[in-house]
């Protein structure tokens, strides 16, 4: 006879519930597999890529200076494009705020008319 078939009572049923606890969390368990997997599949092609580049920085150092000089270049356009986009967006807003001002100041009060003989 082996141990587990004395068990009886409680120890049953609490055995029996951990194994049905185990079993659900299996079945739920499949989205965040797929998740682990995705993940997984990212840092290989990641290490991957990064032996690649590696490999080549090696064999061709004039190359990675002249691709890291133009990605330099690349990123300090895209951040001067996007500082003056941002100038000219607040520029506008200050000029409507002017108009606004300068035409609030150039409209007369109509009812200081209203009988003078002017």
Known sequence: ????????GPALERALELVNNAGGNIKHG??????W???????GAM????RA????????PTA??????????LIGYALYRK???DNEAIEAKSRQIAQRRRHAASVTDET???GSDA
Do not use: W
């Open 30 to 35: 499949g989205s965040s597999a797929a998740e």
């Open 1 to 8: 006879m082996s141990k587990f078939s004395d068990i009886t």
């Open 112 to 114: 200081s008319d209203i």
């Open 83 to 85: 500082n003056k986009r």
């Open 47 to 50: 290490k991957t890529g990064g």
């Open 53 to 60: 580049v590696t490999r080549v920085a090696k064999r061709n």
């Open 64 to 73: 990675t200076v002249a691709v890291a000089a133009v990605g330099l270049g």
């Open 37 to 43: 997997l995705k993940t997984g599949a990212a840092i």
